[in-house]
């Protein structure tokens, strides 16, 4: 590459000719880690069994094709899922559930949606899902939902369809990727999850674990086809046991995420840029974490820890109130460094009655500043 190459590279970021895609998640210290969703990116959300790992990547993915639809001029996105562990309909329900919430203000659980209780028809409800079926099939237009069961077969169906959206030689018997044919697409594939994949061939299962970690995800797809990598992967059952010490007090630093924990590829990390870990306070019974009382919250508060960012920032735990019906994403304030943020923001989210009140205040400003409650009014249109 020369150095004209590379300005006119740069010159068309400078000038919003290409970009990344917006993280739109409510969260300051989430986007100070992740700054946007672009081209070669390599993401790692791992965690325990129900920590919320698929439901954060799916947020991602739907906020990468909100933007696209609405910027149809200056974006495009194609995406890619393999779902080996949740069926793509138990997906489609949360899709639904955001879309509900964005589009109508209705928050709907997944007991409802499924009708779990056996309930008589709900001519709402039907009204309501017909509202947002524009919305969802422009979601479905942008996305592809798989379940291939071996790193082989998902990596030899992206390939295939990678090799239709890039000018593709052949040259002394070598394949040579050249440039996407649409410059303005980003193509996110999504690996959920990596530890349920099988063995194939002469790779045991965590042998084929790790090739799709260091082989397709980091050499073919990423920098081969300047991919965007999502991989969701569990910690191992080891790593999700409470410790005490031996006065039977319940050690916490012992329950953060790290590289260690991972079920069958500890040395993922390296194969990836971006690295999170989810912990969710409740499973432990912790009752409180960073100064945040956790009975006040329940299995509604979790916290992401940036495991390893290569150009992200690394600190301590994201405090993250999680609404599981709307996929919504609020960071708790810290109530040790900004007390009367973090009662605000209590009483804000119906977690206490009474208190500060900085939505009346001065202070109005700031507060909606940090924490704006309409995560920038995305919607799929």
Not at 12 to 33: A, C, E, H, Y
Not at 295 to 302: A, I, K, T, W
Not at 359 to 380: D, M, R, T, V, W
């Amino acid at each position: 590459m020369t150095s004209e190459e590379l300005y006119q590279q740069l010159h068309k970021r400078w000038t919003n000719q290409v970009n990344g895609f917006p993280i739109l998640i409510d969260s300051p210290s989430f986007k100070d880690s992740l700054e946007e969703l672009d081209d070669k990116q390599r993401i790692l959300i791992a965690g325990g069994s129900g920590s919320g790992k698929s439901t954060l990547a799916l947020r991602l993915v739907i906020d990468a094709i909100s933007h696209a639809l609405r910027n149809p001029s200056i974006a495009d996105v194609f995406v890619i899922w393999n779902s080996l562990e949740v069926g793509i309909d138990e997906i489609l329900v949360q899709v639904v559930q955001f879309l509900m919430y964005k589009k109508l203000g209705k928050t709907y659980t997944r007991k409802k949606l499924l009708n779990k209780a056996h309930e008589s028809f709900d001519e709402q409800l039907d009204k309501d899902f017909k509202a947002i079926q524009k919305s969802l099939d422009a979601f479905l237009s942008k996305i592809r939902f798989v379940r291939l069961f071996t790193p082989l077969e998902f990596a030899n169906y992206c390939t295939a369809i990678l090799d239709d959206l890039h000018y593709v030689e052949i040259k002394q018997g070598k394949k040579i990727v050249g440039e996407r044919k649409n410059p303005l697409m980003k193509v996110v594939l999504v690996s959920d999850t990596n530890d349920s994949y099988e063995g194939y061939d002469k790779y045991s299962k965590t042998e084929a674990v790790k090739r799709w970690n260091k082989y397709y995800t980091n050499k073919i797809f990423a920098n081969t086809y300047k991919a965007t990598m999502i991989n969701v992967q569990q910690f191992s059952v080891d790593a999700q046991q409470a410790m005490y010490n031996n006065k039977g007090q319940l050690v916490i630093a012992k329950l953060i995420p790290n590289s260690q924990g991972l079920a069958e590829d500890r040395t993922s990390t390296r194969d990836h840029n971006y690295n999170y870990g989810i912990f969710s306070p409740q499973r432990f019974n912790v009752p409180e974490i960073d100064g945040i009382k956790t009975e006040l919250f329940g299995n509604r508060l979790n916290f992401i820890y940036p495991i390893k960012m290569n150009f992200g920032a690394i600190g301590k735990g994201i405090p993250l109130l999680t609404n599981f019906n709307t996929l919504q994403y609020n960071e708790i304030p810290s109530p040790l460094t900004s007390p009367t943020l973090y009662e605000a923001f209590l009483k804000q989210h119906n977690l206490i009655t009474s208190g500060v009140n900085l939505l009346q205040s001065p202070a109005k400003l700031q507060f909606q500043q940090l924490f704006n409650k309409e995560n920038g009014n995305i919607e799929l249109e």
